[in-house]
Every structure is written in C-alpha cells, then in structure tokens.
Nanobody, 123 residues
Framework: EVQLVESGGGLVQAGGSLRLSCTYSVFGYGDYAIGWFRQAPGKEREGVSCISSRDGSTKYADSVKGRFTISSDNAKRTVYLQMNSLKPEDTATYYC????????????????WGQGTQVTVSS
C-alpha cells in the first residue's frame, strides 16, 4: 500500500511563507504524479498543484499561480510545496496524494492520500 506523509504545516502571518513536504513510499511501476490538495472548514477539497514523475511538469490552480511552487526529489521520494505570499484564504488542511494520471488536479483520479497537515494564515 502506498503511504504518504505530509509535514511542514503551521501558523504564519499573512505575507509569510511555508514549505510543505510530502514523503511517499514506492508507488508501483511506471509514471505517476503527486498532487497537493487543500480543504478549508466548510468547503470542498480543491486541487492546488501537482507534478509529474515522468518529466517534472507541473500544474497549478489559478488561486495559487505565482505564489506556490511545487518541486520534487524522486530519489528521496519527496515532493515539496513552497508557499509564498500567503493569504488568510490559504488557511486549510493540506493533503498530498498519488495518482497514475499525469498532472491531474481532479480529485477522483487520486487513490492514495496522506493524513494532511494544517496551514493557518493569520491576518
């Protein structure tokens, strides 16, 4: 079973930065993608960003473009989400997940999920 563990969440003031990490176990064979999703209280979970293991190509939600950067270290099986210029509306539980789909932010495409890490941005 694929396991994913997030870390790096915390409390930060608006305008600040955080870097989330997602370390995952071996994910079968072939290409895959790791995605970041978030869920704020009372809201549906939404896709934030994803990265392909095949070529490192990335995808971002419009709400985070220019502020968040996803990167990966395949040898360490770790994906990072660098979050800059944080806003109070970025407050949410952030989850990483794995899929065999290439660069998808469509939640049903993801079969394996971490437990999440809380990010709180104060105004």
């Amino acid at each position: 079973e694929v396991q994913l563990v997030e870390s790096g969440g915390g409390l930060v003031q608006a305008g600040g930065s955080l870097r989330l990490s997602c370390t995952y176990s071996v994910f079968g064979y072939g290409d895959y993608a790791i995605g970041w999703f978030r869920q704020a209280p009372g809201k549906e979970r939404e896709g934030v960003s994803c990265i392909s293991s095949r070529d490192g190509s990335t995808k971002y939600a419009d709400s985070v473009k220019g502020r968040f950067t996803i990167s990966s270290d395949n040898a360490k099986r770790t994906v990072y989400l660098q979050m800059n210029s944080l806003k109070p509306e970025d407050t949410a539980t952030y989850y990483c997940a794995a899929t065999y789909y290439d660069r998808s932010l469509y939640e049903p495409h993801y079969d394996h999920w971490g437990q999440g890490t809380q990010v709180t941005v104060s105004s």
